[in-house]
C-alpha cells in the first residue's frame, strides 16, 4: 500500500518521522519546524488506516511493507513514534537510514481488555479539544487541535488490529540494524526500566526525558530536542 507522504524543507539531509497509532503526521509540527530551522529536509506520513492513508488489512507485515513501499531509503535519520516505531523496526533494514531513533515505542505495549476496542470508540466520537486538554495538561493548543483532528481522521478498526496483535506481544528487537537510539519518558507504559535494560544489553542507546509521558515530542519538545543531541 502506498501510504500518503508530506515532504518540506530542501536540506541536503533528510529526516524521516513516523506517527503512532490514532495520530497523524500532524503530530510531529512541532519537530518539523524545528528540524526546518536546522536546514534540514523532512518526510512524513500517514499510516495505514490515518489521515490521508487507504484504510484496511491491517497486519504486522502490512505495518513494515507500507513504509518501505511509501518513504525515501537511505535517509539520514529516521523517527519512529510509539507504534510507528514498531513500524520503522519492521522496515528499518529495507529503508536503512543511518540512523533510527524510537521514541516511546510499543515493543511491549500492556495487555488490553477485550472491550478495548468499544471504549476507545467512545473516546473518537466524544473527545473535544476540552477533553484531550484535560488529559495532556503539557501540550499546546497546536498539539491538542491537531489531535482532535487526528481521532476525526482515524480508523478505529486500527485500534482493534493493536489490541489483538501489539499489545501483550513482545516485539523488542534482536538489536539494532542501524546505530539507534531508544527514546522513552519517564513515566512511560511501553519501555518499563526492564525493557530499556534489556535494550541497552542488545545494542541500542536508551535515553529518558524525565518527566515526560507517552508522547514525549508533545510534552516536553525541548527535552526531546535535547534528548536527541548528537543524533540529528
Given at each position: 500500500m502506498r501510504l500518503e507522504t508530506y515532504t518540506s524543507g530542501t536540506g541536503d539531509r533528510t529526516v524521516l518521522l513516523v506517527h503512532g497509532s490514532t495520530a497523524t503526521h500532524e503530530t510531529w509540527h512541532a519537530v518539523e519546524a524545528e528540524l526546518l530551522r536546522r536546514g534540514l529536509r523532512v518526510v512524513t506520513v500517514d499510516l495505514r488506516g490515518h489521515g490521508r492513508s487507504p484504510r484496511g488489512d491491517y497486519s504486522l507485515q502490512a505495518l513494515g511493507d507500507d513504509l518501505a513501499d511509501s518513504l525515501p531509503a537511505g535517509a539520514d535519520l529516521a523517527i519512529g513514534h510509539s507504534v510507528g516505531g514498531v513500524a520503522l523496526s519492521l522496515a528499518v533494514e529495507r529503508l536503512r537510514p543511518a540512523r533510527a531513533v524510537y521514541v516511546d515505542p510499543s515493543f511491549r505495549l500492556p495487555p488490553m481488555h477485550a472491550d478495548a476496542g468499544q471504549r476507545m470508540r467512545q473516546v473518537f466520537a466524544t473527545a473535544d479539544a476540552a477533553h484531550v486538554r484535560q488529559r495532556n495538561p503539557r501540550w499546546t493548543d497546536d498539539d491538542v487541535e491537531r489531535e482532535v483532528r487526528g481521532f476525526a481522521a482515524f480508523d478505529p478498526e486500527?485500534?482493534?488490529?493493536?489490541?489483538?496483535?501489539?499489545?501483550?506481544?513482545?516485539?523488542?528487537?534482536?538489536?539494532?540494524?542501524?546505530?539507534?537510539?531508544?527514546?522513552?519518558?519517564?513515566?512511560?507504559?511501553?519501555?518499563?526500566?526492564?525493557?530499556?535494560?534489556?535494550?541497552?544489553?542488545?545494542?541500542?542507546t536508551v535515553r529518558v526525558v524525565g518527566g515526560a509521558g507517552h508522547c514525549v515530542h508533545r510534552d516536553d519538545l525541548p527535552g526531546f530536542l535535547a534528548a536527541l543531541e548528537g543524533w540529528l
Open positions: 486500527f485500534f482493534d488490529f493493536v489490541a489483538a496483535e501489539i499489545a501483550g506481544r513482545d516485539l523488542l528487537p534482536a538489536g539494532p540494524v542501524v546505530p539507534s537510539l531508544v527514546l522513552r519518558g519517564e513515566n512511560s507504559i511501553t519501555v518499563t526500566p526492564q525493557a530499556a535494560r534489556e535494550l541497552a544489553d542488545r545494542g541500542f
